[in-house]
Nanobody, 122 residues
Framework: QVQLVESGGGLVQTGGSLRLSCAASGRTFSMSAIGWFRQAPGKEREFVAVMRRSGTEPYYANSVKGRFTLSEGNAKDTVYLQMNSLKPEDAATYYC???????????????WGQGTQVTVSS
């Protein structure tokens, strides 16, 4: 089992920044990929960013490319999602997910955190 805990969400004005963290524990060696998804009320969960733990470049959704940066912490069991130039349409609950392969589909991830809320005021 892998446990994921997100933090760093909050309220920010349009154009502002937030950094989300995802701390993993448990059988983290089974995590080959870690990603972020988001879900706004009444909408489906959508892909934000994903990276393989082997050090390959992260892959981003077009909607966040150039504004969000996914990185791995020095401890290797923590990843960060730096979100800059936030827009009202970025408001959602953000979820960290881990799984055996890099994918943009939520169904390909085995483990999920509880989510952290991001609110962007206009």
């Amino acid at each position: 089992q892998v446990q994921l805990v997100e933090s760093g969400g909050g309220l920010v004005q349009t154009g502002g920044s937030l950094r989300l963290s995802c701390a993993a524990s448990g059988r983290t060696f089974s995590m080959s990929a870690i990603g972020w998804f988001r879900q706004a009320p009444g909408k489906e969960r959508e892909f934000v960013a994903v990276m393989r733990r082997s050090g390959t470049e992260p892959y981003y959704a077009n909607s966040v490319k150039g504004r969000f940066t996914l990185s791995e912490g020095n401890a290797k069991d923590t990843v960060y999602l730096q979100m800059n130039s936030l827009k009202p349409e970025d408001a959602a609950t953000y979820y960290c997910a881990a799984g055996p392969s890099s994918s943009t589909f939520p169904t390909q991830f085995d483990y999920w955190g509880q989510g952290t809320q991001v609110t962007v005021s206009s």
